[in-house]
């Protein structure tokens, strides 16, 4: 897991969030919107977390590499 890739924060405070650890989500996402500061996946998530609006909470889709994709 690459610490510095911003989706990979972005979804792992989603499933966080999924499974009721808020604050870790929280965490997921601060540091997924200041690794990246023009995303806006992660600030919407915790506009959605404050206002505690879970269900709103989104993944980043991200395609597969192609060196990565099956053949």
Do not use: K, M, W
């Not at 924060?9 to 969030?17: D, K, S, T, V, Y």
């Not at 506009?47 to 053949?71: F, H, I, K, N």
């Amino acid at each position: 897991c690459d610490p510095t890739f911003a989706p990979a924060h972005n979804n792992l405070g989603a499933i966080a969030a999924a499974q009721g650890r808020r604050q870790q989500s929280l965490e997921h996402f601060i540091t997924a919107a200041d690794l990246r500061p023009g995303y806006s996946d992660p600030r919407r998530n915790l506009e959605a977390l404050q206002e505690r609006r879970g269900s709103d909470v989104r993944y980043t889709l991200v395609p597969l590499r192609a060196v990565l994709r099956p053949e």
